[in-house]
């Protein structure tokens, strides 16, 4: 009988370098994903205007047809989850991108109320899978050290994007040519990059660490084993694996929910709305109101670059989200408070309180779950959190529509981010033991003493847990 040989020491060096090439490797290209991936979730709100005049959509069916993306996302998100992991991340996020680049190129052709609530759908459907997804990616292939930072540069997409977004969108609107309208085209060339994208993801991307022929076998070797050891530490601190309804069962899973909720109510009310609010400023053409949006933008990357840092240094996760979601709160309140460009002012600063939060937030349930079963929840957490783009636009629209003002939506939005900031102080930063210890590993636990706590590994195989 041949003898098992244990496996060899990990040397730091050769995982900080392998480390290195992945994140250089991947993340320009998840940086610019994400940047397609949000503008063509979200230059809806370029061009509501133009829609109005032209076919006649009017506020409160803009609000339910920009909500109506975040309701097939939400349908559609957790079995995305699952079948990425089943085909393999390289092969599903190729998919995610080419059908919502259809999507959107199709927004173009919209004819009135029930064409535009239908696309809407579809592109929610399309994209559902993304985020999740690249979260499932860090996981096979970066140590939990090196995710935290990773997953700060692929958030910073959004951020980017909304800064880019208005003055690009701006910009194709103004294109004119084959009987098209400039809101046309502007769908039609921001959905085409999306597809152009698939094809350069299916060239680049690997699904595994042990594919990558840009890493030496001993690179490849460093990160297959300390991944693996990392999860056979969870597993050994976690005990026995719990069941998906187990988790669903688990109240902490409703207050992730909660949280991840009212940060996205926050943010899609702002961007859904702010290019509305800039044009009260004055007689402003869509280039300017496009180069106006991009200021809130702007200071909210610095400010979640600064909370990240912060964060990092002074460990008080849930003290930081709190903090943040304050800061939001208090900006929504004040934007109420003067005219249209004190409001524009005070958005600029809820901007730096819900972007920041958002990327605070992420590390708390990442932390809490077991890394079995963590994927599909994480996907779940997401998208019911991600309800909160259906119900600010939707509310958003209903209000101006009826009452002339969004006033009422704006003090809802305070009054949702102040809960919220004293429910993050109930939220469990570290797993839950369910199960006797007698079981454990000592030796390996003392040998990585944290990483029972940080440890973000997902299960390759989740589809039989999840179903």
């Given at each position: 009988m041949t003898e098992v040989q244990p496996a060899l020491p990990i040397d730091p060096g050769t995982l900080a370098r392998a480390a290195a090439k992945v994140k250089r490797h991947v993340l320009p290209l998840f940086v610019v994903m994400f940047i397609v991936n949000y503008i063509d979730r979200v230059n809806i709100g370029f061009v509501r205007s133009h829609m109005e005049t032209d076919l006649g959509i009017g506020a409160a069916a803009y609000g339910l047809g920009a909500g109506l993306f975040f309701i097939g996302y939400a349908l559609f998100e957790v079995p995305s989850n699952i079948l990425l992991q089943r085909f393999g991340a390289r092969a599903w996020l190729a998919r995610i991108m080419l059908t919502w680049?259809?999507?959107?190129?199709?927004?173009?052709?919209?004819?009135?109320?029930?064409?535009?609530?239908?696309?809407?759908?579809?592109?929610?459907?399309?994209?559902?899978?993304?985020?999740?997804?690249?979260?499932?990616?860090?996981?096979?292939?970066?140590?939990?050290?090196?995710?935290?930072k990773a997953m700060a540069v692929f958030l910073s997409g959004s951020a980017i994007a909304s800064v880019i977004s208005g003055p690009v969108s701006g910009a194709l609107l103004t294109v004119s040519g084959l009987n098209l309208h400039g809101w046309q085209w502007m769908f039609l060339i921001?959905?085409?990059?999306?597809?152009?994208?698939?094809?350069?993801?299916?060239?680049w991307l690997q699904s595994y660490p042990h594919q990558a022929q840009w890493l030496s076998?001993?690179?490849?070797?460093?990160?297959?084993?300390?991944?693996?050891?990392?999860?056979?530490d969870r597993e050994a601190e976690q005990g026995k694996r719990p069941s998906m309804f187990t988790l669903l069962a688990d109240g902490q899973i409703a207050l992730f929910c909660f949280i991840y909720f009212s940060i996205a109510l926050t943010i899609y009310g702002a961007t859904f709305w702010l290019p509305s609010m800039i044009?009260?400023?004055?007689?402003?053409?869509?280039?300017?109101?496009?180069?106006?949006?991009?200021?809130?933008?702007?200071?909210s990357i610095l400010a979640m670059y600064g909370f990240a840092a912060a964060a990092s240094k002074w460990k008080h996760p849930q003290a930081w989200v709190a903090l943040t979601l304050?800061?939001?709160?208090?900006?929504?309140?004040?934007?109420?408070?003067?005219?249209?460009?004190?409001?524009?002012?005070?958005?600029?600063?809820?901007?730096?309180?819900?972007?920041?939060?958002?990327?605070?937030?992420?590390?708390?349930?990442?932390?809490?779950?077991?890394?079995?079963?963590?994927?599909?929840?994480?996907?779940?957490?997401n998208s019911v959190g991600n309800l909160g783009g259906f119900v600010a636009p939707t509310t958003f629209g209903f209000l101006e529509q009826t009452t002339g003002s969004i006033e009422g939506g704006l003090y809802g939005l305070a009054a949702t981010s102040l809960v919220a900031a004293i429910a993050v102080?109930?939220?469990?930063?570290?797993?839950?033991?369910?199960?006797?210890?007698?079981?454990?590993?000592?030796?390996?636990?003392?040998?990585?003493?944290?990483s029972a706590a940080h440890c973000q590994t997902f299960d390759p195989d989740l589809s039989g847990a999840a179903s």
């Open positions: 680049g259809a999507a959107a190129m199709a927004m173009a052709f919209v004819k009135g109320e029930t064409s535009f609530y239908i696309l809407r759908f579809i592109l929610g459907a399309a994209e559902a899978g993304f985020f999740p997804g690249i979260i499932y990616y860090f996981t096979q292939w970066l140590p939990a050290s090196e995710r935290g921001e959905g085409f990059a999306s597809i152009v994208l698939c094809g350069f993801v299916w060239f076998t001993d690179e490849q070797q460093a990160l297959v084993q300390t991944i693996a050891q990392e999860q056979q044009k009260k400023m004055g007689n402003l053409g869509d280039f300017e109101v496009g180069l106006f949006n991009s200021v809130p933008w702007i200071i304050v800061i939001a709160a208090v900006g929504m309140f004040m934007s109420t408070t003067g005219g249209p460009i004190f409001a524009f002012i005070a958005i600029c600063f809820a901007a730096i309180g819900f972007k920041a939060a958002s990327a605070l937030f992420w590390p708390l349930p990442q932390s809490y779950l077991d890394a079995r079963i963590a994927a599909a929840v994480i996907a779940l957490i102080f109930f939220a469990r930063s570290k797993p839950r033991r369910d199960a006797p210890r007698k079981h454990l590993n000592k030796t390996a636990v003392s040998a990585a003493p944290n």
